[in-house]
Structures are given as structure tokens and as C-alpha cells.
């Protein structure tokens, strides 16, 4: 299997790392609550698999082979990165749990409060945390989300714009 993909042509590979992403990678990511340090390795990862696809490139000026940076792995991969797609899925899905009925077990969920104390030291990030962080990011942090998800067409407008922001 491995020959056979180094013999495949850029193109080819291309294929197979978008079907990797919407098949493989992505199963769930909707309801992962990821932390800085999370997103950054699956950046890396992304980018690792694109320097394998892509192969490194010949300097003419110094004659020797060197890997590719990293805003010219996003230039040649046009597809928004690993992040960005994760971000838009969850605010997705975050909109359509919004605007279920509150008799919907995944809505009481959502709204809902468990029981008990959270442990000590610092509150792991959950997942309406990580919602109202990518709506900071597109300067909508301070509002209802869930009111907000309720009207569509304004929910997905908010979604688009935060698949559209660039991530350093």
C-alpha cells in the first residue's frame, strides 16, 4: 500500500488526504473541546502530511533541497487548514443543538447543570467554552449564542465568517 502511494502523482495524494480529513479526522470533531495545545499538534500534523505530499523544493540559488514553509504549504493547499474546518463543524452543530426542543436530551445537555463540584485547579475547557471562544474570534463573544443560533440565516452568516478567518 505504501509503494503504491509514493508511485501516485500529487493530485492523487491530494484525493486521498481530503478523504482522510472528511472521513477519518473529522468523525466527531463537532463535539471535541479542544485546547490550544491540541489544535497546534493537529496543525502540525497537517502540516506534515502536506510537506510528505508535496516533497521538498529545489533552491535555484543556493542548489540544494529544502522543506517547504509553512504559508507556502497554504499556498499550494488552497483548502482551509485542519482548525478552521474543525471550528466551522462545531459551530454547526452548536446551532442546530440550539435551536432543538428543550425536551431533546441533547439540548438538556447542552443547558443543563450537573450536580456536584467541579475539581480542583484550573476548569478543563468545555465545550461551550470553546463555542464562545470562536465566536469571540469573530467579535460576537458577549452575546446569547443560543438565542443568536435560533435565527438561521444570521447563525450562518457568524459560521462562514469564522471558517473565513485566517489562522496564523
Not at 139 to 159: H, K, P
Request: aromatic letters at 10%.
Amino acid at each position: 500500500m505504501f509503494q503504491l502511494l509514493c508511485r501516485t502523482t500529487r493530485s492523487k495524494k491530494l484525493i486521498n488526504i481530503v478523504v482522510i480529513h472528511a472521513c477519518v479526522r473529522f468523525y466527531g470533531c463537532e463535539t471535541w473541546s479542544l485546547t490550544s495545545r491540541e489544535e497546534r499538534k493537529l496543525s502540525v500534523f497537517e502540516n506534515m502530511m502536506l510537506r510528505r505530499i508535496f516533497g521538498p523544493r529545489w533552491e535555484e540559488v543556493t542548489g540544494e533541497w529544502r522543506r517547504l514553509h509553512n504559508e507556502e504549504l497554504n499556498d499550494l493547499y488552497s483548502s482551509p487548514n485542519i482548525v478552521r474546518v474543525i471550528k466551522w463543524r462545531r459551530m454547526r452543530w452548536a446551532g442546530h443543538v440550539a435551536r432543538t426542543g428543550e425536551e431533546r436530551g441533547v439540548y438538556r445537555v447542552l443547558v443543563g447543570k450537573p450536580k456536584g463540584k467541579r475539581p480542583l485547579g484550573r476548569h478543563r475547557r468545555r465545550w461551550v467554552d470553546n463555542i464562545r471562544m470562536d465566536l469571540q474570534e469573530v467579535e460576537c463573544g458577549y452575546m446569547d449564542w443560543i438565542g443568536l443560533a435560533q435565527n438561521r440565516d444570521r447563525w450562518r452568516t457568524l459560521v462562514s465568517a469564522v471558517m473565513n478567518l485566517r489562522v496564523p
